[in-house]
């Protein structure tokens, strides 16, 4: 059984930074990749979660929404099975549920999710 931890939500001030991590186990793909969406509140039945960052498995090629590109990096450590999300120069529009998610692509659909980690970035 496939299962996502997250750690490392919480209260931030704009400008500021935090980092998430997601410790991923039981899963069987040789290949895979992993990373986070985010859902801000409110929006659940609306709208799908928004992708943050991906990173694959194989040659940790990354991918990043434009909304966090330049502020966000996203590393994986392959032998513990653990992905990181450094976000920096946090803005209150990051305020969100960011959601680790393992895939055989960035994709929502067919993904396993982790519980999710709130960010909350406010003055």
């Known amino acids: 059984q496939v299962q996502l931890v997250e750690s490392g939500g919480g209260f931030v001030q704009p400008g500021g930074s935090l980092r998430l991590s997601c410790v991923a186990s039981?899963?069987?793909?040789?290949?895979?990749?992993i990373g986070w969406f985010r859902q801000t509140p409110g929006n659940e039945r609306e709208q799908e979660p928004e992708?943050?960052?991906?990173?694959?498995?194989?040659?940790?090629?990354?991918r990043y929404s434009d909304s966090v590109k330049g502020r966000f990096t996203i590393s994986l450590d392959k032998a513990e099975n653990t992905v990181y999300l450094e976000m920096n120069g946090l803005k209150p529009e990051d305020t969100a549920e960011y959601y680790c998610?393992?895939?055989?692509?960035?994709?929502?659909?067919?993904?396993?999710w982790g519980q999710g980690t709130q960010v909350t970035v406010s003055s």
């Open positions: 998610m393992i895939n055989v692509d960035c994709y929502p659909h067919g993904a396993h």
């Open positions: 039981g899963f069987t793909y040789d290949y895979y990749v």
């Open positions: 992708r943050a960052a991906c990173i694959a498995s194989g040659d940790e090629r990354t």
